[in-house]
């Protein structure tokens, strides 16, 4: 009994394994398409905004989460998303970051 117990926490340590590896995957395949939009959004003057969005995943597998950050580091980032200093806003970070939270649960199906 005590292999066959073995056998089974083997395969659900292996099954438990792949599933991360694969929501991680998901994750960062949304966060690159979100970067993609965002950067397609995104009001262009001189460039310098649009190439300074990126994006980062953590994973804390002690609390088993998963998450990714998309931003823009530019320091005027802020004041173009939102419309700071009575300017219209224009958000482009935003709108693509929803629309790749909408798509990650069909992601996580399919996969």
Do not use: K, T, W
Request: net charge negative; with cysteine; hydrophobic share 45%.
């Amino acid at each position: 009994m005590d292999n066959i117990d073995q056998q089974v926490q083997a395969r659900l340590a292996e099954a438990q394994s792949r599933m991360h590896a694969a929501v991680e995957n998901a994750v960062a395949e949304c966060a690159a398409a979100a970067i993609e939009q965002a950067r397609e959004d995104c009001p262009v003057a001189s460039g310098r905004l649009r190439d300074s969005i990126g994006s980062e995943v953590q994973v804390d597998a002690d609390a088993g989460l998963i998450e990714a950050r998309v931003y823009a580091a530019a320091p005027y980032a802020a004041a173009v998303e939102l419309g700071l200093g009575g300017s219209p806003p224009r958000p482009f970070l935003l709108p693509a970051a929803e629309g790749q939270a909408e798509r990650l649960p069909a992601l996580l199906r399919l996969g």
